[in-house]
Nanobody, 118 residues
Framework: QVQLVESGGGLVQAGGSLRLSCAAS????????MGWYRQAPGKQRELVAT???????RYADSVKGRFTISRDNAKNTVYLQMNSLKPEDTAVYYC????????????WGQGTQVTVSS
């Protein structure tokens, strides 16, 4: 099992910045990629950004150029730096840890609320 704990959410004005953190613990060897997803009220959960153990990254088109995902392997932590935030970025943000080769290894954090006011 892998435990994921997110932090860093909050309320920010449009144009502002936030940095989310996700600390992983437990059987970390079973996962080789981590990512951030978000779910707004009444909408499906969607991918925001992912990063593999090889530092390969992927972003949703809606956040490219504004968000940056990174990881600190020594701390087993992944970050999401969010700049130029927009009201449409308002959502619960979830951290995911998973194996790219074994679908059974798939873990989620409890989520952290990000609210962007106009």
């Amino acid at each position: 099992q892998v435990q994921l704990v997110e932090s860093g959410g909050g309320l920010v004005q449009a144009g502002g910045s936030l940095r989310l953190s996700c600390a992983a613990s437990g059987s970390i060897f079973s996962i080789d990629a981590m990512g951030w997803y978000r779910q707004a009220p009444g909408k499906q959960r969607e991918l925001v950004a992912t990063i593999s153990s090889g530092i390969s990254t992927r972003y949703a088109d809606s956040v490219k150029g504004r968000f940056t995902i990174s990881r600190d392997n020594a701390k087993n932590t992944v970050y999401l730096q969010m700049n130029s935030l927009k009201p449409e970025d308002t959502a619960v943000y979830y951290c995911r840890g998973y194996s790219q080769s074994d679908y059974r290894n798939n873990y989620w954090g409890q989520g952290t609320q990000v609210t962007v006011s106009s």
